[in-house]
């Protein structure tokens, strides 16, 4: 089949390469030439696992390149739109790229084509696009108009596309939903996964994921409803996590013991500094306003804002516990993206809890594997120094802050890092590290949903005794001096 996919953001550029991958003839479409020519020669603009070895694989082959949106659609058989959908300052979703595609497309539609949505839109979004092309010239009987959602998460987009649980697509012909059949036929009927070259699955797979065929409309929800559900178990877990403060309990038990229900699942019930991304945030907000349009006030959404919101500002009142005051202080930080494996700080928890500390005069020095050139040109150089290793970001430092859950600060040598910062006081945003090791090594530990330890005492039930500076228990309001 030949494909056409219209923006190679991090939706079009693994969707485009994956395409590549199970076969078809790809030309991968964008405006922006600097963008063009690095792929042109083989540099991903991403860090996603997969993405510099299927570019490798298909440049210049099955993966052609194009800044003509009339090409595009002479030369393929179906148009996917994977342009973005930056939020509005209400908080919907801003659809002009995508209304702006549809109506260049629609002058260059000669023979039967399908346009599908790719990128995350609202309910109604196929409609709208199939007026606008009319409006513009595209005769009604030579286009079909489908939702075919990704459930791409960055970090691991490439197997997410390969191996998914699902493929849903909506359409509401049944010439359409045929040719997106065909589109997807080496993944729903298993070839993809007997090829001796196929990228390996990240986990054992089962058999073929499912494809799910739907109206276009109710494939639009699914998408929304999806990152909806999942923020949900997000903050769910995260308020949950408060409660274990309060009492005493360990979330990671609770977790084990509601997450083993396979009705409920393991799944994004990992508590922390709560959700960021480009996804989540702007998706609820768009979710909700598309709700309101409709006539249904979905009020559950905005509790999970609420709450994700109050996890970055208990992470903040945690450091300021442990370290009494904040001014002038030395903060070793791990972490800038908004999660492990990605370069992506958009909406990062990480960034946000900087910028606070930073306000509050804080010296950070901070280290991530890949998303410290996007950090800095949004936090600049001023408060903060760009370290090469996390080690070097602890050294000398009067607290250690995990903002970011890489894999690489997991297995951090806990001796050495031990020797390495000023104080021995860590701050766990992301549940990486065991409390009672911690507490062998000698650290003063504190974490989600996990009573606090500190050096030789084991578990505490909610206040942080450090080895360092002058500590305020701010429930019993009592200093204390170690
Ligand atoms: C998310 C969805 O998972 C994808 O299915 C979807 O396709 C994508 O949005 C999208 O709409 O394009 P992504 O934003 O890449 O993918 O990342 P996630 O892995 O979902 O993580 C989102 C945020 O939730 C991160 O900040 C992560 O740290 C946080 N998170 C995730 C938790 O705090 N706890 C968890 O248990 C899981």
Known sequence: MRISVIGSGYVGLVTGICFAELGHDVLLFDNDPAKQRALQQGVSPIHEKYVPELLARHRGARLTFSSSLAESVDKSDAIFIAVGTPPTVNGEADLSYVESVARELAASIKDYKIVVGKSTVPVYTSEWVRRIMQLNGAPAGLFDVASNPEFLREGTAVTDFLYPDRI????????????????????????????????????????????????????????????????????????????????????????????????????????????????????????????????????????????????RERFLRKVRHALWTLKGKRLGVLGLAFKGGTDDVRESPAIAVIRSLIDEGCRIQAYDPAATAN????????????????????????????????????????????????????????????????????????????????????????????????????????????
């Open 168 to 311: 849903v697509i909506g359409t509401d012909t049944p010439a359409c939903e045929e040719r997106l059949r065909r589109i997807y036929q080496p993944l729903a009927d298993g070839t993809y996964y007997e090829r001796g070259d196929a990228v390996p699955p990240p986990k054992a797979i089962s058999g073929p994921p499912p494809l799910i065929s739907t109206t276009a409309k109710s494939a639009e929800l699914i998408k929304y409803a999806s990152n909806a559900f999942l923020a949900m178990k997000i903050s769910f877990i995260n308020a949950v996590a408060t409660l274990c403060e309060s009492v005493g309990a360990d979330v990671e038990q609770v977790r084990e013991g509601i997450g083993s229900d396979s009705r409920i699942g393991r799944q994004f019930l990992n508590p922390g500094l709560g959700y960021g991304g480009s996804c989540f945030p702007k998706d609820l907000s768009a979710y909700r306003a598309v709700a309101r349009e409709c006539g249904y006030d979905f009020r559950l959404l905005e509790e999970v804002m609420r709450i994700n919101n109050e996890q």
């Open 375 to 482: 950090a800095r040109e949004i936090l600049g150089d001023a408060s903060i120094q760009y370290m090469n290793s996390a080690l070097e970001a602890a050294t000398g430092a009067d607290a250690l802050l995990v903002l970011t859950d890489w894999d690489e600060f997991r297995s951090i040598d806990l001796g050495r890092l031990h020797d390495v910062l000023h104080y021995p006081i860590v701050i766990d945003g992301r549940n990486l590290y065991d409390p009672t090791t911690m507490a062998d090594w000698g650290f003063s530990y504190t974490s989600v949903g996990r009573a606090d330890v500190s050096r030789g005492v084991g578990v505490q039930k909610s206040s942080v005794s450090t080895p360092g500076p002058a500590q305020r228990n701010s429930d019993a309001d009592v200093v204390k001096v170690p």
